[in-house]
């Protein structure tokens, strides 16, 4: 694959661990023209002369292409003991058969850790904690095969399963995104249509790579974006994020995950006038649920957005820069805060991809915190290009009245919210 291929940004920098030999890597060290060498897409006048950077991408290249190069026997172990797992399962509930990988009955290892599937019962549709406790268990099963996913939401929740979605990376030539969709209600009456996107599978070292990629393309009027979610959302070769598309020609079942989900969730929300959108992921799949609101908004879809009613993640990598933050805050905050970042104690997921400066990534938005005894700490990403301190120091004073607990007031400039507010 050419750099032209990547090329639909006029500003970009991707990672090439695929053809990265060791002279780019040496070359990498030594010299500051990266533009030059075949490890990194960008463009040929590139120059970066801090050498502290260049050895993060050098040590960050060397763990990609180790991932790459386990992908394989790891997948394969992976395989066997999820299976093996099951065939446990199975004899320990006095089923003698052997495991179905497409089955109902078929676990993931995340599954198999924690079996919860179930939604709480005392929190009631007209709770203010309703999407929030749908969200995290549609997140979880996410992570379940097709059978498993419709059995839960049918049977379980009493709710209405649309589909399942595996989806086409037009860079990587492979399915890299999975997402269901699923309402309250059948028809008409539907008052919640939620999309879930499905995270980073427990032996998927290919995703690991991704997740650990600092790669990303300056999208105009959106900002820089993070590379391997922009592929995996359906990003296009050459046009990066045209808000029309067709699917693989003559291949049909190869569709791209922002537009066939986005076409299925306007269809929903016609047929539904009462409807509502919720988008909902864990790790990976969060940054994809993010990233796919976000994208709507750069697409100016105002009928999907005035209905959206949340967007809600759960160890959500980092995505995007200030100008993607300030972006996404303007169109999912306003006229009410729509995105949720849920956290827990030292999860590393929020903490990707972790190359770099704040230049290039940073979290944005309302960071809920729970540490190891779940107390909740709030913390505000609040832009100072957008609002002022005394009205940042405003909102903190509302979110603790709020929620109670301390709440923090972070700027751009800083990594993250899990360091400690000021």
Not at 339 to 345: E, L, M, Q, V
Request: net charge positive; with cysteine; aromatic share 10%.
């Amino acid at each position: 694959m050419s750099k032209l291929d990547y090329c639909f940004s006029n500003d970009y920098m991707v990672l090439r661990p695929d053809r990265a030999s060791p002279f780019d890597l040496l070359h990498l060290l030594f010299s500051p023209k990266v533009g030059r060498n075949k490890a990194v897409d960008c463009f040929t006048s590139t120059e970066i002369r801090s050498f502290p950077r260049r050895l993060a991408l050098f040590l960050n290249l060397l763990l990609q292409i180790l991932l790459l190069s386990l992908a394989g026997p790891v997948a394969a172990i992976g395989a066997a003991v999820e299976l093996a797992l099951n065939l446990i399962d199975n004899v320990l509930h006095g089923k003698m058969e052997y495991p179905d990988r497409s089955s109902a009955s078929y676990r993931s290892l995340t599954g198999l850790i924690d079996r919860r599937v179930d939604l709480d019962r005392s929190i009631s549709p007209a709770d203010s904690r309703h999407h929030a406790a749908l969200c995290v268990m549609a997140s979880k099963v996410a992570y379940e095969n097709e059978a498993f996913i419709r059995d839960v939401v049918t049977r379980r929740w009493q709710m209405e399963f649309v589909k399942f979605y595996n989806c086409w990376n037009e860079f990587e030539s492979a399915y890299t995104a999975q997402a269901f969709v699923f309402c309250d209600k059948a028809g008409p009456d539907a008052e919640l249509v939620v999309v879930a996107f499905r995270g980073t599978p427990a032996f998927d070292a290919a995703r690991w790579r991704a997740d650990l990629d600092p790669s990303w393309y300056k999208v105009p009027r959106l900002g820089r974006a993070h590379a391997a979610y922009t592929h995996a959302l359906g990003a296009q070769r050459n046009m990066g994020w045209p808000k029309w598309v067709e699917h693989v020609k003559g291949k049909p079942q190869k569709v791209y995950a922002y537009y066939t989900i986005r076409d299925a969730v306007k269809g929903l929300l016609e047929a539904s006038p009462k409807a509502r959108l919720l988008v909902t992921g864990h790790g990976s799949g969060g940054a994809l649920a993010v990233l796919f609101a976000t994208v709507m908004a750069y697409h100016r879809e105002k009928a999907v957005m005035d209905r959206l009613a949340g967007v809600y993640t759960f160890g959500q990598p980092q995505v995007g820069d200030a100008m993607l933050a300030m972006f996404a805050e303007r169109n999912l905050d306003r006229p009410k805060k729509r995105h949720f970042r849920f956290t827990y104690a030292g999860d590393p997921l929020p903490r990707l991809p972790g190359v770099g400066s704040s230049a290039h990534f940073l979290h944005f938005g309302l960071c809920l915190h729970f540490d190891v005894s779940y107390n909740l700490k709030v913390i505000v990403h609040a832009s100072l290009l957008e609002i002022n301190r005394a009205h940042a120091l405003r909102l903190r004073c509302i979110l603790e009245f709020i929620f109670g607990g301390t709440i923090g007031v972070r700027t751009p400039c800083r990594r993250h919210c899990l360091n400690n507010p000021e």
